[in-house]
């Protein structure tokens, strides 16, 4: 009888043990899984981007930011660039008019600001100026910006080149639109936030080529 009882304890101290085992893995969970779980809720918002995962070189939704870069800029590094622009767009004062409109000026003017050129309607009814944040997005991609655009040319993919590029059409110009403030580059990194840190990496000294993937 007694042997009984005393194996009923040693069974019921293991049982214990077990359970206390179980329950502190299971309130373990509860506190180690919040981080991705947070996470995930992030992600559903941008429901395409998920499928992604934050890969580096997948489209990202949004161009990277270029506004910080803008002020040290190589413009002749941009000269060279605007070679591909140069088939459709003329970019010398009074230039004539190519299978795209002239460019003098453009940078800080407004959107279709050429006048009698056949804009789409896409250009002629967006709005604005075109500042850099608009030149940003539609040199990065222009039918993500402006879905009907007559501009049939793919993008510049790198942040730098798009930044090189503008800090040379903004020269173009007799009055050069201002380079961003230090508000506006803050205003577009908050705006950019989930790609802060990249941004952070291509302001550094030598932008040339984030060459690992
Ligand atoms: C294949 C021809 C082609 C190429 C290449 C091209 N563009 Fe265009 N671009 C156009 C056309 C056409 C339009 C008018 C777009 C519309 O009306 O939808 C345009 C419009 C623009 C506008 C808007 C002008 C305004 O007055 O609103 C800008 C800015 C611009 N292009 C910049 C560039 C830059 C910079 C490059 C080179 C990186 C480039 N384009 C390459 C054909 C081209």
Redesign the pocket.
């Known amino acids: 009888m007694s042997a009984n009882l005393e194996n009923n304890k040693i069974f019921a101290a293991i049982l214990c043990a077990l359970l206390t085992v179980m329950l502190s893995g299971f309130f373990a969970n509860l506190i180690f899984y919040q981080e991705p779980l947070k996470e995930d809720a992030v992600h559903i918002d941008g429901a395409e981007a998920g499928a992604h995962g934050g890969a580096v070189d997948a489209g990202p939704k949004l161009p990277d930011p270029i506004m910080a870069m803008l002020a040290t800029a190589d413009a002749e590094k941009g000269a060279k ?2 070679k ?6 003329s970019f010398d004062k009074g230039g004539p008019t ?4 002239n ?1 003098y000026g ?2 800080g ?6 006048a009698g ?8 009814t ?1 709005g604005g100026t ?1 500042d850099y944040d608009s ?1 940003n997005h ?2 990065e991609k ?1 039918k993500k910006y ?1 879905s ?6 793919a ?2 993919k790198k942040a730098s080149d798009r930044a090189a ?2 800090a040379w ?1 903004r020269q173009q110009s007799d009055a050069p639109y201002a380079l961003p403030s230090d508000a506006d580059i803050a205003k577009e990194e908050a705006a950019f936030a989930p790609k802060e840190e990249e941004a952070a990496a291509e302001g550094e000294e030598a932008p040339a080529e984030p060459s690992h993937h």
Request: charged share 15%; with cysteine; proline share 6%.
């Open positions: 660039i605007s591909a622009c140069a088939a459709c767009h190519k299978q795209g409109p460019l453009v940078v003017g407004p959107k279709a600001h050429v050129f056949a804009y789409s309607d896409g250009v002629k967006k075109w030149l539609f040199l222009p402006i009907d655009t007559k501009m049939n040319f993008g510049l590029l503008i059409l």
